[in-house]
């Protein structure tokens, strides 16, 4: 077994970036700048937005965030929305999700000026992964193509078992995973919750990625010998000898199902700090202009 190491592929990835962003400006490119919309004070959400704000200090970007209490209406929240996509210094920004209940998140996703999309969620942006065309891609399926790549992980031809579709996750990765490129070329099955034996499903797996979010819900019975195990899930689950009283739980029991594989990712330390290069590289992208003009 191999660990997918998050902590050390993005750390790299991060380096990368960061000395790439150096040259840019020294050939006379614009400092990227990225900018984070943070409406009410979800503690997740939070600590999610410190972080990339944190990162874009580390890597040399110019960052903004800017705060809105959770009465904003959603007509004053796409007035933001707007003028971020009007103002010429900003190359990409991000609407931390979730939003407060009276806020449509699609409506506001599809007010984001695509060129600005950096979290890859906008429609058009979308659409282009799904038809192969240069697009950003969203942040968590990026960061696991990038763990792939890195760990030289065959996907051709393997079967790959997604469970979960959500717009964010389940469903990118799934039309990522049988593209016509490397990481892809795999046969997938896309599964969900209404999805009937989704154990014998797993079983067959070649590559498994589980982000349905509920902790620890593979053992090691789902697991086929030697499979590269993907673990999307982060779950808050009580635990008294934790200081913050929880402890960070992935969708995969860790434990049971390592020996089994060739290639698993840890949780903490796994996908979830890969997904800021995702948002990093797309906002490098947009300021130097690579998808849209
Ligand atoms: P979601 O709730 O939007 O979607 C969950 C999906 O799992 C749904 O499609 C649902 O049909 C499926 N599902 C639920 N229960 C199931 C079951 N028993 N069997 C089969 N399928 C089932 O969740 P999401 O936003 O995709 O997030 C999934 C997990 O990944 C969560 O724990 C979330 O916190 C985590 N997440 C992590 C990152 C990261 O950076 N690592 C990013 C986004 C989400």
């Known amino acids: 077994m191999q660990l997918l190491d998050g902590k050390l592929i993005s750390s790299q990835i991060k380096s990368e970036i960061k000395a790439e962003v150096e ?4 050939d006379g490119g614009k400092k990227p700048h990225l900018a984070a919309v943070l409406v009410g004070q979800d ?19 110019t960052s903004t965030l800017l705060r809105f209490g959770p009465e904003i209406s959603e007509e004053s929240l796409l007035d933001a929305v707007e003028s971020l996509n009007n103002d010429p210094d900003v190359d990409g920004f991000i609407v931390q999700l979730p939003l407060p209940k009276h806020i449509s998140e ?11 999309d950096v979290d890859g969620f906008h429609p058009v942006n979308v659409g282009k ?8 891609i969203s942040a968590t399926p990026f960061g696991i193509i990038e763990m792939l790549i890195r760990a030289g992980i065959e996907t051709s031809g393997k079967h790959c078992v997604v469970i979960g579709r959500s717009q964010i996750v389940g469903l990118p990765m799934s039309i990522l995973m049988q593209r016509n490129e490397y990481p892809g070329n795999c046969t997938v099955t896309i599964t969900h919750s209404k999805t009937h034996n989704l154990k014998e499903i797993c079983q067959t797996a070649d590559i498994l990625i589980a982000a ?8 090691a019975d789902y697991v086929k ?7 999307v899930g982060i779950s808050r689950v009580a635990d008294a ?3 913050s009283g929880f402890a960070i739980k992935g969708d ?4 049971d199902v390592a020996p089994k594989t060739s290639y698993i990712t840890p949780v903490p330390g796994g996908v979830g700090l890969m997904t800021i290069c995702g948002l990093l590289t797309n906002t490098f992208k947009a300021a130097k202009k690579e998808i849209y003009r």
């Open 23 to 26: 040259k840019w400006i020294a």
């Open 43 to 61: 503690g997740a959400s939070e600590t999610y937005v410190a972080s990339k704000i944190r990162s874009c200090e580390e890597i040399g970007f």
């Open 106 to 116: 699609n409506t506001i996703m599809e007010a984001v000026n695509p060129a600005k």
């Open 129 to 136: 992964m799904c038809k192969g065309l240069p697009s950003y």
């Open 212 to 219: 349905l979010g509920r902790p620890e819900f593979v053992t």
């Open 225 to 231: 010998e030697g499979a590269v195990v993907i673990d």
């Open 241 to 243: 000898s934790k200081k």
């Open 252 to 255: 995969v029991n860790f434990n």
